[in-house]
């Protein structure tokens, strides 16, 4: 196969099919922080959908010094961050918080399906802002590392430590509050 | 009670190394990932399509007024004495007048009486070289 920046060159150059291997690549990670950022799988795809548009008209402002899979990620969490302003946050179905409680009574991890997940954010990221809750994904969620975190949210390492600070404590308050480690 | 760091990293440690998350059907997913990039990207094209069309339009409109102001105003509609005393004058190389349109005529017209004035001059050009001769 192709490395990365062979199918880029390729993409450059108008070859559609080339970037349909970038898609087939790439969708699953940028769907998987939509949907933990957004917890629906529709706007998730819609957000899928839209950072593939961009990525296609600005292929050629692309910096190949960057990591590929970081300035999607970039694009991604934008999306995100400016449909979670647009959003104004519903509180939690009883059942999502009844599943949560379920899932931290459960002995054993499982692979989380994507309705799942959707519940979880819901109640997970009640309290939220949408920037705490994009460093505490990228971060806790998807085990980034600091500098592509940095380079993805736009903030330095202090702003990206209070945010998690903040978004820890929220969230371990939650947890508290529906009886996990009673 | 647990100490509550570690309830919150209990907790992440459940729900974090996971797979990363997928579509249900996947491939009819990019094929409408890709159908999206087809429409932006064939969006501009089309627009850019509409204005070369409108354009071309203008222009046609543009030049068809253009020619029939050049042969209204550019030979001017004289009175009758005037395109009288100019088709008896012996200097052919003024430019002729229209002594068959007036304010009311197409530019069709204009473009046919034109012709027939052009007609003339040459056939008084031939004759008055016939009589330097």
Redesign the interface.
């Given at each position: 196969m192709d490395n990365i920046s062979d199918i880029i060159g390729k993409c450059r150059s108008g070859d559609?099919q080339a970037?349909?291997l970038l898609?087939?690549n790439f969708?699953?990670?940028v769907?998987?922080i939509a949907?933990k950022m957004l917890a629906s799988?529709d706007l998730a795809?819609d957000i899928?959908?839209e950072t593939?548009?961009r990525v296609?008209?600005n292929l050629d402002s692309y910096d190949d010094s960057r990591k590929f899979s970081t300035w999607i990620c970039t694009i991604a969490s934008r999306l995100c961050i400016d449909e979670l302003d647009k959003q104004k946050r519903t509180a939690p179905m009883p059942d999502d918080e009844r599943f949560l409680a379920e899932?931290?009574d459960?002995d054993t991890?499982h692979?989380?399906e994507?309705k799942e997940?959707a519940r979880?954010v819901n109640v997970m990221a009640q309290d939220l802002s949408p920037k705490q809750q994009l460093v505490f994904t990228l971060v806790?969620?998807q085990?980034m590392e600091s500098t592509e975190v940095q380079e993805i949210t736009g903030m330095d390492a202090d702003r990206i430590k209070k945010n998690l600070y903040v978004a820890?404590q929220t969230?371990?308050e939650r947890?508290?509050r529906l009886g996990?480690?009673? | 009670m647990e100490n509550k760091d570690d309830i919150l990293d209990d907790f992440i440690a459940r729900i974090s190394n996971q797979e990363l998350l997928s579509v249900d059907d996947e491939d009819d997913f990019i094929d409408s990932v890709m159908d999206g990039i087809g429409e932006e990207a064939s969006a501009p094209v089309a627009r850019l399509r509409g204005w070369v069309i409108a354009l071309r339009a203008v222009a046609s409109i543009a030049a068809v007024w253009l020619v029939g102001m050049f042969f209204y105003f550019g030979y001017g509609v004289e009175d009758e004495g005037v395109a009288a005393q100019s088709s008896l004058s012996h200097n052919t190389d003024a430019a002729p007048t229209l002594p068959c349109v007036d304010g009311n005529s197409t530019p069709r017209e204009i473009l046919a009486c034109y012709c027939k004035v052009m007609k003339e001059q040459k056939e008084r050009q031939a004759f008055y070289n016939n009589l330097k001769i």
């Open positions: 559609r970037f349909r898609v087939k969708h699953r990670l769907f998987t949907l799988e795809k899928v959908q593939f548009i296609w008209q899932l931290v459960a991890q692979q989380l994507n997940w979880l806790q969620l085990e820890r969230i371990r947890l508290i996990y480690g009673k | -």
